[in-house]
C-alpha cells in the first residue's frame, strides 16, 4: 500500500465578510478586506510559515506549506475583456452557489488557499475529525466599520 500524501489544502481565510455569519461567538466579526488579506498571506509566507496545531505555543511544525495563493478568478477559470463572458460568468457563480450543499466549500476571488503536508500526527488527528481546516494566529486591533 502506497504511503499517503498527509496533503490538505483549504482555504486559509475568506476574502470579506462570511454572509452566512451575522456575529461571531465574541460577540464581534472579524473578516479581511481582500487586499489587506493578500498582505497577510504574502507575510506569512515571508515570514516563516509556521504551522501549529490548536494556537498552542510549541506545536509549530504540524505543517510544511507547500502551496499558497490568493484565488483571483470566478469559477470556472475563464480570462477574457469581454463583458458578455464576465457577465454569464457572474449569473453562472450565482447559481452554482444556489446548488451549493451546506457541506460545499465555495472559494471565492480574493480567497487565500493554502495547501501543506502534516505532520504524522497532525494528520492522524485530520483523519479523525478534530482538525477540520486553517486557522490563521496573529494580532490585529478590531476596529468598528461605520456605514
Known sequence: MP?????LIGIAYQAGADPRIRKGQDGGRDFFEPAELEKAAHSFMLNGQQHGLFHVDGSEGAARPV??????NAVPWVVSDSVTVNKAL???AVEVEKCAGPDDQIVRPGDWCLGAILSPKAWEL???????????????RRRRVRR
Open 3 to 7: 504511503e499517503e500524501q498527509r496533503l
Open 67 to 72: 502551496e499558497s495563493f490568493i484565488y483571483r
Open 90 to 92: 457572474a449569473e453562472l
Open 126 to 140: 485530520y483523519k479523525s475529525g478534530r482538525i477540520s481546516g486553517w486557522s490563521p494566529q496573529g494580532v490585529a
